[in-house]
Every structure is written in structure tokens, then in C-alpha cells.
């Protein structure tokens, strides 16, 4: 019977099993289960979010279906939790196992592989079909936290270079500007560019799911790994879906990990037949133009200086009382992103 | 009878399903199967009889089946029918 791990021997216990099978025991989860024989713990899993993980069976117990007993208990708390899809992550030789319970591979890499439980990937792009040009189509994914003349600059120069540019807006909220403003001013944003389609990533590219990294820790040796299968995935189910065969991506002068997403992109993409197109920022005066820039400026109050950097349509948000709440979060605390 | 919240039952285990049903504005069922290719048809007129047998019209059905036999279908079905409907 599967088993909730809360007393301190017990996660020791989980830990230890987790460890012998060469995963890597993260804290920070929201349920900890496991089955216990003969008062020993002999297997375990674990939730965080919509994102399973940490399981691991004792290899005397791996004949039988510990691993279904786990993953039905754990899919059952994270829907009562509200979390649906459910995504999990292991390792390429144990994706198999999870596609007997009905998981669906969305993208592996040399040492990890990243499910999804029901088929959110078919319906997001289901959805989007309306949204699907013909032609030679490029493709973008941004934050615009919140968008600037340099994301305008941007977005310009890649539209010229394809038939239609499909701009994705990161869908993930942990950013300064929420989801819904920054989409509602790109939208604002790109509106004379006749041959753009504004659009956003739900949970397949650069998600709290594909590259949680991104929002959190800039030296995460796991980073890269992340970036990796995060491209992957754009490559392997996003680009066909959309006949994209361009990414367009600014030159990242500031940024660690945006920097090498990057770099991460030159090294995946172009064997899935995708050519990486660099565009050089847009300088204003010296310095290359950034949201983090525009944040800054934000925090001090200089609405004078920033309408340099961002068009009329940002800058009027900016300056609106709507955007009261947002100024007052800079000024308390000035993050990354 | 009407679907008025989200509700599930059954396991992933081996000759078990997974049923999970929420409102919708119509009747769509979706079905994943390890045993699809050979019995889908069959698992999803199983469904629907029972959706037809319980007056059910409109909603959202998932379920995930690992080659139950069609007692289990109607069991786990039913069961997340009747959780689905209590207020």
C-alpha cells in the first residue's frame, strides 16, 4: 500500500533509496509516497507541482508494479491539487516504463527524458491549427518582461527574413510583468507588423517544466540539460507543427543563461533542420537596450529615460495607474527576471 | 445526470483503467489505451453505453486503460460519474 512519507526516518529512508539509484534527491517537493515491506521502505516517489519525480524501486521489487502503485497515487494527489497536465521526469531507459502507464514522450536527451501524463501537447497545438501559415516560417520565443524597441527591433528584422514569424510569448508567471500584460503589450507592440502571429508557449517551451533554470538559479549545472531538451522538444513537436525553419534570437551581451540558451540552440537546432539566426540587439546611445534595463529605470521612477527604450504602447502601461502595483514591487525588490 | 465538477477513479495498475471526467459544454471522450490499436472501439462503446445509461450529455472523459476488462470500465466509469455529480 502506498504510503505518505512524513516523519523524518522515513524521508532518510526515501533519500537514501533515491540516491542508490543514482538520481538526486531534491527537496522542495509537495508530496513524498512510498511502499513499505516488512516495515522497509522499498519504493518511492515523489510530486512537485505538476512534475513527477524522484522514483525509485529496490531492485528486488522491480518485477512487479510498484512503479503504477506510485504514479496512480501521486497523479491522484496532483489532480485533487488542481494540477493538471502532469508531467514526469526520469531517466531515457525508464521512459518506456512510464509509456506503459499511458505517459507520452515529449522530448529525451542523453540523460533525461520528460513525459507528459494525458495529451496537452496534441490539444495546445490542436488549438493553435487556426493559427498555422504556409510558407517559410521563423519563430521566436520571448519573455518581454516587458517589451521593448529592443524586442520591436527584433521582432522587425526577423519578420522580414521569413513568410510568417510566429512570436511566442513566455507563458510562465514568475516574472515582474504577468502573463496577460506582457502578451497584451507585445500584441501592442507588433500590431503594424502585418506578417507576425502572436502566440504563447503554455507549458512546452521555456516553461517552469521544460527549464525551470531559467527563472531560478543562473549557475545550475542542470541548466544546460534543461536547455537542451527544452530544444529538443521545440524541434521535435513545436517546429513541425508550424513549418517553422528558422530561430530567431537577440545577441545576449548580459544575461549567463540567456546567453547560453543561446548557445544551446546553434548546438540542437540545426540537426532537426532548423537554421539559428542571431540578431545584433538595438543599441541605445552605448548600451545594448534590455527589459532588465527598463525595470531598473522603472524602480527609479525615470519616465523620461525610459521612453528611449520601449515604444509608446509600453510606455503608456508603464506610466498607467494599473501599473501602480508593478512599479511599487520594483522598487522593493529588483530580481533577474 | 450532469457532470458538475472534477472527479476521478481507478488506477494505473495492469487490467485497471483510469477515469477522469469534468464538465464541458459538449460530450467528448478521449480514450489511451495500451491495448488501443486492438480494442479501442470496443473500450469506447463500453463508455458509451454507460454515459447513455446514466443520462450523461455533456462533459469531458479521459481515460486511460492498461487492458481492463469491460466490468472494470463500467465500475471505474460509474464511479466517477457519481463523484463528479454530487455538489
Not at chain 1, 198 to 216: C, E, G, K, Q, R
Amino acid at each position: 500500500m502506498v504510503t505518505e512519507l512524513n516523519c523524518v526516518t522515513d524521508v532518510v529512508a526515501a533519500q537514501d533509496l533515491i540516491e542508490q539509484s543514482g538520481l538526486a534527491f531534491e527537496d522542495g517537493f509537495d508530496d513524498l509516497v512510498g511502499v513499505f515491506e516488512n516495515n522497509e521502505l522499498v519504493a518511492v516517489g515523489a510530486r512537485a507541482g505538476n512534475i513527477l519525480k524522484m522514483f525509485a524501486v529496490e531492485p528486488a521489487h522491480r518485477s512487479g508494479d510498484l512503479l503504477g502503485e506510485l504514479v496512480t497515487n501521486l497523479v491522484n494527489r496532483g489532480f485533487s491539487a488542481g494540477f493538471d497536465p502532469l508531467f514526469v521526469y526520469t531517466k531515457p531507459e525508464y521512459a518506456t516504463s512510464f509509456e506503459a502507464l499511458n505517459f507520452s514522450l515529449l522530448a529525451s536527451h542523453e540523460q533525461v527524458a520528460l513525459l507528459e501524463y494525458g495529451k496537452g501537447l496534441k490539444h495546445w497545438l490542436a488549438s493553435l491549427r487556426p493559427l498555422v501559415r504556409p510558407g517559410h516560417n521563423g519563430a521566436v520565443v520571448m519573455n518581454c518582461n516587458p517589451f521593448t524597441l529592443g524586442h520591436r527591433h527584433l521582432v522587425e528584422s526577423a519578420a522580414r527574413q521569413v513568410d510568417n514569424l510566429y512570436l511566442f510569448v513566455v507563458r510562465e508567471d514568475n516574472s515582474v510583468f504577468p502573463f496577460e500584460v506582457r502578451e497584451r503589450l507585445v500584441r501592442a507592440g507588433v500590431a503594424t507588423i502585418p506578417n507576425v502571429q502572436v502566440l504563447d508557449t503554455s507549458h512546452y517551451a521555456v516553461s517552469n517544466i521544460t527549464f525551470p533554470a531559467y527563472f531560478l538559479d543562473e549557475h545550475n549545472p542542470v541548466a544546460v540539460i534543461q536547455m537542451e531538451l527544452d530544444l529538443n522538444l521545440f524541434a521535435a513537436q513545436i517546429a513541425p507543427f508550424f513549418v517553422i525553419t528558422r530561430r530567431f534570437a537577440g545577441t545576449e551581451p548580459y544575461c549567463d543563461v540567456t546567453g547560453g540558451y543561446n548557445e544551446a540552440m546553434k548546438r540542437v537546432l540545426p540537426a532537426y533542420g532548423i537554421e539559428v539566426v542571431e540578431i545584433e540587439r538595438k543599441r541605445s546611445d552605448q548600451a545594448a537596450i534590455s527589459a532588465s534595463q527598463v525595470r531598473a529605470l522603472l524602480a527609479r521612477g525615470q519616465f523620461g529615460a525610459l521612453a528611449e527604450l520601449v515604444p509608446a504602447t509600453t510606455l503608456d502601461f508603464l506610466c498607467s495607474a494599473e501599473a501602480a502595483p508593478i512599479r511599487e514591487g520594483l522598487q522593493r525588490n529588483r530580481g533577474r527576471h | 445526470m450532469r457532470i458538475v465538477k472534477k472527479a476521478q477513479a481507478g488506477t494505473m495498475q495492469s487490467s485497471d483503467l483510469m477515469v477522469f471526467v469534468e464538465p464541458g459544454d459538449e460530450l467528448s471522450v478521449e480514450i489511451d489505451s495500451t491495448v488501443k490499436k486492438q480494442f479501442e472501439h470496443l473500450i469506447r462503446q463500453k463508455i458509451d453505453q454507460v454515459l447513455a445509461a446514466q443520462g450523461v450529455t455533456a462533459g469531458m472523459v479521459r481515460v486511460t486503460d492498461r487492458g481492463a476488462l469491460d466490468y472494470a470500465i463500467e465500475a471505474r466509469l460509474e464511479t466517477a460519474l457519481k463523484r463528479a455529480g454530487e455538489a
